[in-house]
């Protein structure tokens, strides 16, 4: 396992731009072969390389787990066959109107944690997609849970006013242990400068030592 400290485009917020899981990662164009190389070898996962819906911000737009991947509906069709071919997993569109599902959705392989006010039909969506079973949850009081936590199959980073009760459904719903922290020098949005499964993390470059502690620790990475 490793971690990595990288940036995209020049900024730190590499989990804006970028998404991962257990077996699928997504990027964005433009980047350096070679910084590309360096994700996919940390990360040990597929790699595509596309826009969602004309933009960069695909960290933004993704829910996924290594079973599948859901994307907003304002996908375009050449960069939903690029993912297709790209990655060997379920591929699906949600219809819904909400289309920055990677900020209203947190999820690993075992489970999945959505916005309270999410329509039963995106949950249902995204449960049959990535096949878990789905919660609803905030964190620290704010409903968009994937932009304020990572997960991954072995543990779960999260935004440091979460509660107790949050912290219980997560672990319930996500079976693995929650821990808390920041990245990039205090941000508490966590998912905004991390990148992590089970086999390593890319994190922003603007990290900390402590920061790196405790990602190391909640995510079990050696």
């Known amino acids: ?12 917020n590499i989990g804006v731009y970028c998404h991962s899981n257990e077996a699928t990662a997504i990027i964005p164009p433009g980047l350096p072969r070679k910084k590309v190389d360096r994700f996919q070898k940390c990360l040990e996962v597929q790699v595509c390389v596309t826009n969602i819906a004309g933009s960069a ?16 509906h304002i996908v375009r069709d050449h960069e939903l066959d690029t993912i297709r071919e790209s990655l060997k997993v379920r591929v699906e569109v949600a219809q819904e109107r909400w ?11 075992k489970g999945a944690i959505i916005h309270p006010s999410a329509p039963e ?23 968009y849970v994937g932009s304020l ?20 459904t ?4 996500l079976k693995v242990p929650v821990e808390t922290g920041t990245i990039n020098g205090g941000v508490p949005y966590v998912k905004a400068g991390l990148l992590a499964n089970t086999k390593g993390a890319v994190v922003g470059n603007l990290t900390a ?14």
């Open 149 to 168: 936590a990572v997960a991954t199959n072995k543990g779960v980073l999260t935004h440091q006013a979460i509660t107790d009760r949050e912290r219980s």
């Open 121 to 143: 039909s995106l949950a249902k969506v995204v449960a049959e997609t990535l096949n878990v079973g789905i919660a609803t949850c905030s964190i620290a009081g704010l409903p």
């Open 1 to 12: 396992m490793a971690i990595l400290r990288a940036d995209v485009y020049g900024s730190p």
């Open 209 to 222: 030592g402590p920061e790196l502690m405790a990602i190391t620790r909640s995510l079990a990475i050696e």
């Open 99 to 109: 289309t920055a599902l990677g900020n209203i959705v947190l999820a690993n392989d």
């Open 170 to 173: 997560i672990e319930d719903a």
């Open 57 to 72: 911000l695909a960290g933004i737009m993704v829910a996924a787990n290594s079973n599948g991947i859901v994307l907003p």
